[in-house]
């Protein structure tokens, strides 16, 4: 018996098919070590020893395969073929040794790129060592991010509160955002203006045609910066004689894009489905693992992490065969075609992503949604690299004046032959919208004679303005990572975020815009640790790293390099003043926290006490806006958090809304670090005052006095719960509006709700919530609990489908009658609906399966008491013959 041990258990399970009796196919379930989240897990003082740890979980999954190596003829290392998948062999193989697991039994490591059987058996006969140096670059690179994550982590905390973490690829990708919000902001829109006009010659249809020449020049972009100088352009053209001074039209080719690879796939993904990198992800694996397809699962993709763009010769055969027989042999082209990748640090070990076969066409496979649609585009891009290039004729044609004082231009093309284009057409990100506008190539042109005469005619003067460049979509920002050689495959979909997760960032409309926290983060880390953002620098810690894996440079060699100069770094920040670090930042965020007005009045000065000035200043759950008089003999105490309005900061300020009519006391709409709230007055000088923050969409400034009791008013007790007691309550929290009863909260959906709600309505919040606690995502609550079982004593419950409700009790799903309502179904109606399910599904009657459980226990329990009392009996009766063999 063989051992091959891969990372998830469909796999496993779908590769034991393909091998057979002979081998016993275990998931590790990916790592099954790690390096513990603390200080000492990499000491650079010990050469950079590293303490691995094993959780609780992976801990049984490695004692079940140490079980299984030890009664096996060999361990076959199956994991996935990529750096961390070597990584994962690695650990697998030191684990099983610390345990003794492996003894002399020999031990190989496998590489398939794709789940189906043939490539399963192919890697087999081909076994090969752990590759050291892989894991090498793998342990330099895990290294790295420890001691950047553990080292600089800290040094944020102290000096700039509110600081999640540093990481060394995700401060370069938090820069980028940064740094383009900042080219957004710095932005100043150009005023200019084109002319068009519509053109027919000699009785042809008219076609756009757009002023280029003016006064006997060329125009360029800016020539015609205002509406004056428009009208002057309009003039001319509608008083000038016109005739065709040229007709151009050049043959053009297109080719298709190559096979993606991980970048091009998710960046795609999110162009044309809308998908996340991550969600990218999750769906290839569900493709690499493949679904059943007649009785045998078989995986539908290859390797889904790689910058290959290759693919292997079968499967450029049998791409070229399909593309004849569905396509015609006039989009197979003579020979196959070859790529080769033009990102920075590709390894061209792999293959791209493609179809495992060409042949199961998207159209053919029953998938789920998201599946089909990222199968479709992975098998119309892989089919489509391999199609003939696309034949356009482009053709432009000049149109000028008799005096040759006025000249427009009309450009446009026509397809020949679509190739390629047929099957499919590579998306932009964003098309530059300081490109010309009206630029049209793919407008179609009529047949014209040069020298014909031509009429222009519905002249139109359009203003534009230059846009700043846009902001990063999660394609834009991998594609840019990866043009600059930054992070891998493998990483891109983590390192977004982690962004998003550690509120540096936030995406909107699938837009990156950095928080607030972002910013101070990456002034924190440009002003103190400049060197290790700098995308240069990080690149080349890459190209290093590849260097590591190629065997051309010793790992512990290119940490002693990195922490040489990193350790000096933080020791040198970790000296600084708090102080001293937010004046830095103070001064480096000034203009986009304070920017010039309109007014040229000081943007710092204080609109409460009129004589200070703001600042950027540090508390004790983060940085804020402040008074430089907040620690005066007479404090200002003026604040308002980072990312306000700072004119809607100065319009609440402190203003009195009126009397609460119930006491007397003053109601008052204020501004803080964390936002506007109001207050009723104390009773007395040493009482707290009560606040509540105004909630999320609600606009200060339309707060009134009785808004404003009503948010005073929180919490307010709905009722008692009529079957449990116990008060419920209704509040308004961090996350916005909830009802609480005992420990269970409950959202509520509107603010406006919270103040009116009433007891069902919270009971039923209550029990909807208690209903989902336990089951996966996605998994429905029941619309009614009907009780349990009377033989089985398993809960029975009304579900919502999508065919209509239904009964549900384990694993039988019973359709509910269409002329039986879910609110009148009794438990016994569900029992009978149930029995009669079972009945004609073949299943034995709930009581009779019961029974014969029950049987069958008691006669296990009996076999084994038996075999208990015999033992029993045995010893106490030493054979002849016991004594000596003690003894012995």
């Known amino acids: 018996m063989h051992v091959v041990v891969v990372e998830s258990p469909a796999k496993a399970k779908t590769i034991n098919k393909y091998l057979g009796g002979d081998y016993h196919v275990v998931a590790s379930f990916g790592h099954v070590r790690d390096l513990p989240s603390k200080d000492g897990s990499v000491r650079p003082d010990e050469d950079f020893a590293m303490s691995w740890e094993v959780d609780p979980k992976s801990s049984k999954r490695l004692k079940d395969i140490a079980d299984a190596v030890k009664n096996a003829d060999s361990l076959i290392l199956a994991t996935d073929p990529d750096r961390e998948g070597e990584a994962i062999s690695w650990h697998l193989l030191e684990a099983l040794a610390n345990r003794r697991a492996l003894k002399d039994k020999p031990v190989k490591r496998v590489v398939f790129n794709a789940i189906t059987k043939s490539a399963v058996l192919d890697a087999m006969g081909k076994p090969r060592d752990v590759d050291m140096e892989l894991v090498n670059a793998y342990l330099a690179r895990r290294a790295l991010d420890y001691l950047v994550g553990f080292t600089l982590s800290p040094v944020l905390w102290r000096k700039l509160p509110g600081a999640r973490s540093a990481g060394r690829v995700q401060s370069v990708a938090l820069r980028l955002v940064t740094e383009r919000e900042m080219e957004i902001e710095r932005f100043v829109p150009q005023e200019y203006w084109t002319v068009d006009a519509a053109v027919s010659a000699d009785g042809s249809e008219p076609f756009q045609a757009r002023l280029s020449i003016l006064d006997g020049k060329k125009l360029k972009k800016f020539d015609i910066p205002d509406e004056a100088r428009a009208k002057e352009a309009r003039t001319a053209i509608e008083t000038a004689a016109f005739k065709i001074d040229s007709v151009e039209a050049k043959p053009v080719s297109r080719n298709p894009a190559p096979p993606f690879i991980t970048s091009t796939l998710q960046q795609e993904a999110s162009r044309k489905l809308g998908f996340s990198a991550k969600r990218t992800m999750q769906v290839a694996q569900k493709l690499y693992e493949g679904i059943d397809i007649g009785g045998e699962t078989v995986g539908l993709i ?38 080769s990748s033009k990102a920075k640090n590709a390894q061209e070990a792999h293959e791209a992503i493609r179809p495992t076969s060409f042949r199961r066409k998207p ?107 846009p902001r990063f979509s999660e394609a834009s920002l991998v594609k840019q990572l990866e043009e600059l050689g930054i992070g891998r495959p493998s990483t891109y979909a983590s390192i977004l975020s982690t962004l998003v997760d550690r509120e540096y960032v936030r995406l909107e409309k699938n837009r990156f815009y950095p928080e ?122 003026y604040t308002r958090q980072l990312g306000e309005d700072p004119d809607k900061a100065a319009a609440v300020g402190d203003g009195v809304l009126g009397p609460d009519p119930e006491t007397g006391r003053e109601v008052s709409l204020k501004s803080g670090r964390f936002g506007p709230y109001v207050e009723l007055a104390p009773e007395n000088d040493d009482d707290k005052p009560k606040r509540t923050s105004v909630p999320r969409g609600w606009d200060p400034q339309d707060m009134t006095l009785e808004k404003a009791l009503r948010l005073l008013s929180l919490p307010r007790t709905v009722g008692v719960h009529p079957d449990e007691g116990g008060e419920i309550t209704a509040d308004l929290g961090r996350y916005g509006p909830f009802v609480k009863h005992e420990k269970t909260y409950a959202n509520v959906s509107d603010i406006e709700e919270l103040f009116d709600i009433g007891l069902n309505r919270a009971v039923t919040l209550i029990a909807e919530k208690r209903a989902s606690r336990g089951k996966r995502p996605g998994q429905q609550a029941p619309l009614r609990e009907l009780g349990e079982h009377p033989e089985t004593g398993k809960p029975v419950n009304v579900m919502s489908g999508r065919y209509g409700p239904y009964i549900k009790h ?54 084994k008491s038996s075999a208990k009392g015999t033992a029993k009996k045995s010893a106490s009766k030493p054979k002849k013959g016991d004594a000596q063999s003690a003894a012995e």
């Open 516 to 637: 607030d926290k972002g910013r101070l983060v990456t002034a924190f880390l440009e002003e103190y640790f400049k060197r290790y953002v700098e995308y240069d620098f990080t690149a080349s810690l890459e190209e290093k790293l590849d260097q590591v894996s190629a065997g051309e440079l010793g790992w512990k060699d290119l940490l002693n390099e990195f922490w040489r100069e990193f350790s000096r770094s933080t020791d040198e920040a970790g000296e600084l003043k708090r102080s001293d670090v937010i004046d830095a930042i103070d001064e480096a965020l000034g203009p986009h926290f304070f920017p010039p007005r309109e007014d040229g009045t000081d943007p710092r000065a204080c609109p409460a006490c009129k004589d200070g000035r703001l600042t950027i200043k540090a508390g004790k759950w983060g940085a804020f806006i402040g008074c430089s008089n907040y620690n005066a003999d007479e404090p200002c105490k």
């Open 363 to 469: 159209g053919d496979l029953r998938l789920g949604e998201d599946e089909r649609r990222l199968y479709e585009l992975i098998w119309k891009r892989a089919i489509a690299s391999q199609m003939a290039a696309a034949r356009l004729e482009r053709t432009t044609i000049d149109i000028l004046s008799a005096d040759k004082n006025t000249g427009l231009r009309a450009t446009g093309s026509v397809v020949k032959f679509d190739g390629f284009l047929r099957v499919y057409f590579e998306s932009r990100d964003d098309i530059d919208a300081n490109v010309k506008a009206g630029d049209d190539d793919e407008a179609r042109l009529p047949d014209v004679k040069q020298g014909a005469a031509a009429e222009a005619k519905e002249v139109k003067p359009e203003q534009h303005f230059t846009q700043p460049p």
């Open 810 to 863: 384990e694993k039988t799903n019973a359709t509910l009658p269409k002329d039986v309502a879910p609110e009148s179904v009794t438990l016994e109606d569900a029992v009978r609906l149930i029995a009669e399910k079972d009945a004609k599904g073949g299943k034995k009657p709930k009581a009779a399966a019961k029974s014969k459980t029950a049987a069958k226990s008691k006669a296990k329990t009996t076999k």
């Open 302 to 339: 290859t390797y889904m992490r790689t910058d290959g763009v290759q693919m292997a010769g079968e499967a450029l055969n049998q791409a070229r065969t399909v593309i004849g027989e569905e396509f015609g042999d006039a989009y197979t082209p003579e020979k196959p075609r070859f790529y």
